[in-house]
């Protein structure tokens, strides 16, 4: 496989998540496996913007748990409760969470000490259950806004799509 990560720092976000977008597909094409695709999901993100942590928290039990998935950065935290810190806010409610000062954030699970801002998406399968949360964190305040919101969920969309 010749497909490499691009150095998508410098470049306006909406470019760079259409860019990751077709890295991703033309990568996962006719590839099933979830946990593959959150995989390379993760190595994408993380590399192509150089953030602190990048990956996956799996429902594993439907409204209560959240367990690590595939990720890259340092240690995450192996379990979430729903309701508890940015992840399991973002899986309890279901929705995108934007957290420009952890600091701020009541709650925060602090899993690296460095994490300054975070934002985690939800990821839903063809069904719209609750799958997982994809969440990166920055070393840097207000790392995250709108338009990384729209291109972290439209990537996660992938989830959604029937690949059966
Ligand atoms: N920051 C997250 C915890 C997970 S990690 O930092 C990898 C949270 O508060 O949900």
Same mark, same amino acid.
């Given at each position: 496989?010749?497909?490499?990560?691009?150095?998508?720092?410098?470049?306006?976000?909406?470019? $760079?998540? =259409? /860019?990751? %977008?077709?890295?991703?597909?033309?990568?996962?094409?006719?590839?099933?496996?979830? *946990? +593959?695709?959150? #995989?390379?999901?993760?190595?994408?993100?993380?590399?192509?913007?150089?953030?602190?942590?990048?990956?996956?928290?799996?429902?594993?039990?439907?409204?209560?748990?959240?367990?690590?998935?595939?990720?890259?950065?340092?240690?995450?935290?192996?379990?979430?409760?729903?309701?508890?810190?940015?992840?399991?806010? $973002?899986? =309890? /409610?279901? %929705?995108?969470?934007?957290?420009?000062?952890?600091?701020?954030?009541?709650?925060? *699970? +602090?899993?690296? #000490?460095?994490?300054?801002?975070?934002?985690?998406?939800?990821?839903?399968?063809?069904?719209?259950?609750?799958?997982?949360?994809?969440?990166?964190?920055?070393?840097?305040?207000?790392?995250?806004?709108?338009?990384?919101?729209?291109?972290?969920?439209?990537?996660?969309?992938?989830?959604?799509?029937?690949?059966?």
């Amino acid at each position: 496989m010749a497909e490499t990560i691009p150095d998508l720092r410098y470049t306006a976000r909406p470019v $760079a998540y =259409a /860019e990751l %977008r077709d890295h991703l597909h033309a990568i996962l094409e006719g590839e099933r496996d979830e *946990i +593959a695709a959150m #995989a390379t999901l993760s190595a994408l993100v993380h590399h192509a913007f150089g953030h602190l942590w990048t990956g996956f928290y799996r429902v594993a039990v439907p409204g209560k748990l959240l367990r690590v998935g595939p990720y890259q950065g340092s240690l995450g935290c192996l379990e979430i409760a729903f309701g508890r810190g940015v992840c399991g806010t $973002a899986a =309890a /409610e279901r %929705r995108t969470v934007i957290v420009p000062d952890v600091a701020l954030f009541p709650g925060h *699970i +602090a899993c690296d #000490a460095n994490a300054r801002s975070e934002i985690v998406v939800p990821v839903f399968n063809a069904r719209d259950d609750l799958i997982a949360v994809f969440d990166v964190d920055s070393a840097q305040l207000n790392s995250f806004d709108e338009q990384d919101q729209a291109g972290l969920e439209s990537l996660v969309s992938l989830f959604a799509s029937d690949r059966s």
